[in-house]
């Protein structure tokens, strides 16, 4: 079949609604109603004469053309971009889609400089346009090495093939109550010898929020007691749980500030449950050659020249 410009937009189409998982999530994302979205899934359907995915009360389903279309339309938008942008470098014009994906609240973090480098970007190119993705640590290296994201900023311990990363800061975490937990008032500045033994038997009956969080895992050996009867997927989630009173767990400094300056939490013993790892830039080796893509990686490597970039173990 001859790809029109119609095809594009339904392959943008479809690629968000695989990426959001269906398509009453993509509404928001594609800033279009449900029966709109489901009726250019069918134009699409048609168009390739193959049947997409599954979409019912049980929920949405890739068929296997439909992954295989997924993705086949992923290289297809990545190399339209990519010819976009390398055309307006030949006029000296950075053009094209900037793709990020990273780990929440990095944007409360000051030695985060995603902000500082889009601004930089922009004014050395008016055509371009921005897409930040928030995921999970797995997901922003899956994002990049698919082609879905040009960058990615994230936690990695295994690295993938095919990826490149660069470090640019380490994140400091530290082990937090909130108040209305039992062990929120023993943790006074001037907590007296005496409560120690306490704060010890009080920790060992807390329940630590367990996290799928990457950068979670080599924490899992502190001997504290994670039940698996709190769980979250991101900081957000653990903060909520530990704002409860009925749980601690492990939040990056820059996060947990907030409520820590406001009294709200506090820090369980720093200076043994803590842990750094260190931010990664993610690229992929493959598609870091475009001009879009060199001056994005050039201007976040740029912004957090002079950051703490000392790698632990």
Request: aromatic share 8%; charged share 25%; net charge negative.
């Amino acid at each position: 079949m001859q790809v029109q410009d119609v095809d594009l937009r339904l392959l943008r189409i479809f690629v968000a609604i695989v990426e959001c998982g269906g398509l009453s999530a993509a509404e928001s994302r594609l800033n279009i109603g449900r029966s709109t979205i489901s009726s250019h899934l069918s134009d699409l359907e048609v168009r390739l004469g193959l049947k997409l995915c599954k979409r019912g009360r049980s929920g949405f389903e890739l068929t296997e053309p439909g992954r295989v279309t997924y993705q086949a339309s992923l290289e297809l938008l990545q190399q339209c971009e990519a010819f976009a942008s390398t055309v307006a470098s030949s006029k000296n014009e950075l053009s094209g889609r900037v793709t990020i994906a990273t780990i929440d609240t990095m944007v409360s973090d000051p030695r985060c400089g995603v902000a500082r480098a889009i601004s930089a970007l922009k004014a050395r190119g008016g055509n371009i346009q921005f897409d930040i993705q928030v995921c999970e640590a797995r997901e922003v290296e899956t994002s990049v090495v698919n082609g879905r994201s040009l960058v990615g900023l994230g936690v990695s311990r295994h690295q993938l093939r095919g990826l490149d990363y660069y470090p640019l800061h380490n994140e400091y975490n530290y082990l937090y109550c909130a108040q209305g937990h039992p062990l929120f008032e023993l943790l006074e500045d001037d907590m007296a010898e005496s409560d120690s033994a306490k704060l010890e038997a009080l920790l060992a009956e807390a329940e630590v929020i367990t996290s799928n969080y990457l950068r979670d895992k080599e924490v899992r050996n502190d001997g504290l007691n994670y039940q698996n009867s709190a769980i979250a997927y991101h900081d957000e989630g653990i903060a909520h749980l530990i704002l409860s009173g009925e749980f601690i767990g492990y939040l990056p400094e820059h996060y947990a500030s907030y409520w820590v300056d406001k009294g709200i939490f506090r820090a369980i013993q720093a200076e043994k449950y803590a842990y750094q790892i260190p931010v990664m830039l993610i690229t992929s080796k493959s598609n870091s050659a475009s001009p879009l893509a060199e001056a994005l990686i050039e201007e976040i490597k740029r912004v957090h020249v002079g950051d703490d970039q000392k790698l632990i173990g």
